[in-house]
């Protein structure tokens, strides 16, 4: 089993078998990945499930006259559970990764995997060599744009989804390392405070914080998207992705292409 199921209760873990039973019927998945809360580690019971999968278009598609790479969106209510599935073409991911989309990186190498093809294996050592400084403004991006989506009383959870783009990609600028998991994070660079919200957010995702506790974590965002500007001058990643590693890249998913399908 791949590390992505264990992190589903019995119910959630059916509702999302289903939806990729019907998904995989009308696509090659590559990967999919367990994103959202659960992918970061602070699911409540009633967290959203989401899906962000990678997969491999048919080549003859891409090449009509009207191509159609099989991009995918589609959302489920199951009595309240709620699951998102999202997915786009190896070829889209890769471009985008080049550009710096850390959304597609996170698909194509984060470690939550539901689904995963062998042939992903030969695909991640070329990723890490093209990862860049462009992905900075992608998670400064993000991050800024889930804390607008903030209520007045936001819930731990929400808080997190807002706090963990500007960890996440502050940890990847300092290191060159994608981490998601909230907790892997604070244990690389201590944030007061993260793993309680953190066990809030699974124990209780619809309460709630205290005004208190929003003004304190409102703080905490500001630090944590200074960290991230702060690590961008000094990050061992290249400001843009080595030319040599791009042909690789390119190679590869030409080869894909021949052998998928």
Known sequence: MTPGWAELEPRPRAVATAE?????????????????????????????IVLDAIHVAPTAALLALAPD??????????????LRY???????????????????????????????????????????????????RHYAGVAVAQRRLLAPTPTAEAVLDALRPALTGA?????GELVV????????????GVDDLAARARAD????????????????????????????????????PVPAAVAELDRWLIELRRTAW
């Open 69 to 82: 790479d099989g991009a995918c969106e589609h959302a489920v209510d199951d009595d309240g559970l709620t």
């Open 20 to 48: 990729l039973a019907r998904r995989s019927a009308e696509r090659r998945h590559l990967v999919v990945q367990l994103a959202g809360a659960h992918g970061g580690g602070y699911a409540g019971a009633r967290s959203p």
């Open 86 to 136: 999202q997915s786009h073409d190896v070829g889209t991911a890769l471009r985008g990764i080049l550009r710096g989309h850390g959304g597609y990186l996170e698909a194509m190498l984060a470690a939550r995997t539901l689904v995963e093809d062998a042939r992903l294996g030969g695909v991640r050592p070329l990723l890490d060599a093209v990862t860049s400084r462009l992905l900075a």
């Open 171 to 175: 940890h990847l600028l300092a290191t």
């Open 181 to 192: 998991d909230v907790a892997a994070l604070v244990e690389a660079t201590p944030l007061d």
């Open 205 to 240: 995702d619809a309460a709630p914080l205290a005004a208190a506790e929003v003004e304190r974590w409102h703080r905490d965002l500001d630090s944590a998207r200074r960290r991230l500007e702060e690590a961008l001058p000094t990050s061992p990643l290249p400001a843009v």
